[in-house]
Every structure is written in structure tokens, then in C-alpha cells.
């Protein structure tokens, strides 16, 4: 059983920066693909970014491409979300989970954070 825990989130204007970790326990990291998802109020879940493995494979949403980045640390067991030039259609609860299959865009990941909140506004 993994455990995630999200962290990071919190109240940015409108072009600033955050960077959200997740810290995962009770599993081999390294095995698991980790994803980040987010959700807007009265809006579906929808796909971020996901890193494979070792990290040496990326994918992004179109909506984020250029402005997040995504990146993880295996000895330390947390994946990370660098998040530039914020909008404030960004605004949701972000979401980290982790899969063994590194499945670009899919929301089918074995294992879910609580979430942490982040919100873009002047």
C-alpha cells in the first residue's frame, strides 16, 4: 500500500510560481510512474503531467505545457510540480498519484493523495 501525501499549495497572484512535492511512503518508489492531476470546482479531474520511472520520460496537458514542470527524486522518494506563470484558471485542488504503468493522460493510477489546494488570484 503507497501512501501520498501532497504539499506545497497555497495563494499565488496571477503570474507568480508555486512548487507542490508529494511525499510517498510504503512502496518502491522507483517502481511507480507518479502523475499530477487537478480538479476546479464544478469541473471534471483532468490530467497535468506524468513522469516515468527513473524520470527520463515527461508528458504535460497542452494547458500547462511550458509552464509546469514535473520531476521527481527517487532517494528521496517525492515527486515534485514546479508550476510557472500561474493563471487563474489554474485554481483547483492539485492532485499526485502514483501507477506502475506510465500511461500518459489516463486517470487510471492504483494509489491517490488528499490533495492540496491552490489558488490563483490578485
Known amino acids: 500500500q503507497v501512501q501520498l501525501v501532497e504539499s506545497g499549495g497555497g495563494l499565488v497572484q496571477p503570474g507568480g510560481s508555486l512548487k507542490l512535492s508529494c511525499a510517498a511512503s510504503?512502496?518502491?518508489?522507483?517502481?511507480?510512474?507518479m502523475g499530477w492531476f487537478r480538479q476546479a470546482p464544478g469541473k471534471e479531474r483532468e490530467f497535468v503531467a506524468i513522469?516515468?520511472?527513473?524520470?527520463?520520460?515527461?508528458y504535460y496537458a497542452d494547458s500547462v505545457k511550458g509552464r509546469f514542470t514535473i520531476s521527481r527524486d527517487n532517494a528521496k522518494n517525492t515527486v515534485y510540480l514546479q508550476m510557472n506563470a500561474l493563471k487563474p484558471e489554474d485554481t483547483a485542488v492539485y492532485y499526485c498519484?502514483?501507477?506502475?504503468?506510465?500511461?500518459?493522460?489516463?486517470?487510471?493510477?492504483?494509489?491517490w493523495g488528499q490533495g492540496t489546494q491552490v489558488t490563483v488570484s490578485s
Open positions: 498519484a502514483a501507477d506502475q504503468v506510465y500511461a500518459p493522460t489516463s486517470q487510471n493510477y492504483d494509489y
Open positions: 510504503g512502496g518502491t518508489f522507483s517502481s511507480y510512474a
Open positions: 513522469v516515468s520511472w527513473s524520470g527520463g520520460s515527461t
